[in-house]
């Protein structure tokens, strides 16, 4: 493995080897609030025949992780291959007059990528291909060449990113195969009862009509020729849109599924092994400079993605992420996930994770209503009353014997040393990687958020009381 690895780059980097050799195209397959919760990965309620070929016939990369857990902060990331708190870019729903300019050299992919002869398509296509960028940062280079797949031209080298926002809520029905609510089963920190197994059955039926539009667009990208000599990377930009996923420093928030597929009979299948599971630790800006070297480029010094496919690089023994303000949420939290452990840092703690809903949240998430309601009627387990409760300062989870995250082991002397062990890898990433997060923020930002705050409460006030009545509704059933 590691000898066909140097083998491919010394093709990747040797110039007479590239004339003689077509470059590989890539295209992402990106979608919107997913975690691991498909067939390849044994949920057995969720049918998802196309992404389970994919990745039949590709790499499944088992600890991915998104460095925010909420698609703006992320996607500015992986546009990058830069941390969103390193370039001052760490916020959700800026103004767009507030947005900061790239640091001068730093370059978004899509022109990198430009710079190494390729086409570049953000794809916009019937039924797919939103054309979404989303990201927290201004760059007179983020644009891309082509929006139609028509207009690629197939004997030239291109990097074309197709965004699935299926996922997102709202949620869709699949009414040839319903998921029935009663099979689910609901994470232990929710009450187990009947709005919240429909919630995950109707997040389990949108990840069915997701995989019908990743096989359309599969279908197109072949119909077109474009699959001649193409890389396929599907990847989510952060975890499920749910209460204690989305927004927050867990792996329900963070893991997302990525799937490496290359075309048959070529080179790179001797580092993409088709049939095969990685579970080295993977960071979503690592999958930027992993592209960029796929083209043939050198990965910048000032890129804090690194590949995970260079056998000169050290694979990772930690991946970091942060959320700060979010709409109306003013998080301040850093996390660092090893292969055994998580811990997270929460600078404010002050709020509950049921506390920090966004008034978008609160009209949409029936999670977060059931909580509540439950608990008034004290029926909620320990678990279940912590998302009711303050954010401790610390927390500190064995994810291989506790994969819900619900046992925190900050206090317990018997982790002491590996609390000290954390707390030093996360201060070391936030002075190696300059957190702008940990700076004040203007006044002038802090008023626009309150502004959107309270847009925001005005806005869906009657969505989320005509959401709780449901809720009651069907607790009482």
Not at 79 to 93: C, K, L, V
Not at 301 to 321: L, N, T, Y
Not at 353 to 374: C, M, Q, S
Not at 452 to 464: C, E, F, G, I, L
Request: charged fraction near 25%; proline fraction near 5%; hydrophobic fraction near 35%.
């Amino acid at each position: 493995m590691r000898f066909s690895i140097i083998v491919l780059l010394s093709f990747l980097a040797c110039s007479c080897a590239q004339k003689a050799k077509k470059p590989v195209n890539v295209i992402w397959l990106l979608v919107e609030d997913l975690s691991p919760d498909l067939g390849y990965n044994g949920n057995q309620l969720v049918k998802t025949p196309n992404i389970d070929a994919l990745a039949n016939a590709g790499v499944s990369y088992t600890n991915t992780f998104a460095t925010g857990a909420v698609c703006t902060p992320s996607r500015t990331a992986f546009a990058t291959g830069m941390y969103q708190t390193a370039i001052d870019a760490h916020q959700m729903r800026y103004p767009e007059h507030l947005k900061n300019e790239l640091p001068a050299k730093v370059i978004p992919l899509n022109e990198l990528m430009r710079r190494q002869g390729y086409q570049t398509a953000n794809i916009k296509a019937k039924g797919y291909g939103t054309g979404k960028t989303d990201w927290s940062f201004k760059s007179d280079k983020s644009h891309f060449d082509f929006s139609k797949w028509e207009e690629i031209d197939a004997n030239k080298p291109f990097f074309a990113v197709v965004n699935f926002k299926q996922t997102h809520r709202g949620f869709s029905q699949d009414k040839v195969n319903p998921v029935n609510p009663d099979d689910v089963k609901v994470p232990v920190y929710y009450p187990d009862v009947a709005p919240v197994r429909q919630d995950w059955s109707d997040y389990y039926e949108t990840i069915q009509s997701l995989d019908k539009l990743v096989g359309k667009a599969l279908a197109d990208i072949k119909k077109r020729g474009l699959d001649k000599n193409t890389v396929i990377c599907f990847f989510s930009d952060h975890g499920r849109p749910m209460t204690r996923a989305k927004m927050f420093n867990y792996d329900s928030g963070l893991k997302v599924p990525m799937i490496i597929k290359c075309p048959e009979n070529h080179e790179l299948n001797s580092v993409f092994k088709p049939k095969t599971e990685d579970g080295q630790l993977i960071s979503l800006i690592d999958l930027t400079a992993t592209t960029l070297q796929l083209a043939g480029g050198d990965v910048p010094e000032w890129m804090q993605g690194q590949s995970f496919i260079d056998p000169k690089v050290k694979q990772r023994e930690a991946v970091f992420s942060a959320s700060d303000i979010i709409g109306g949420s003013m998080l301040k939290t850093r996390s660092v996930r090893t292969s055994k452990f998580r811990y997270n840092r929460n600078f404010n703690h002050n709020i509950s994770v049921n506390g920090a809903a966004t008034a978008y949240r609160k009209a949409n998430h029936p999670i977060y209503h059931a909580l509540e309601l439950v608990n008034e009627a004290g029926r909620l387990t320990k678990e279940q009353k912590q998302l009711l409760e303050p954010l401790p300062e610390e927390e500190l989870y064995d994810v291989e014997n506790d994969p819900y995250e619900v046992h925190n082991l900050a206090k317990d002397e018997k982790y002491k040393a590996i609390m000290h062990d954390m707390r030093s890898r996360l201060e070391s990433w936030q002075k190696e990687t300059t957190d702008y997060g940990m700076q004040s923020d203007s006044e002038e930002l802090l008023k626009a958020f309150e502004n959107y705050r309270n847009k925001s409460a005005a806005q869906y006030q009657k969505r989320s009381n005509a959401l709780r009545k449901k809720v009651q509704k069907q607790l009482q059933q």
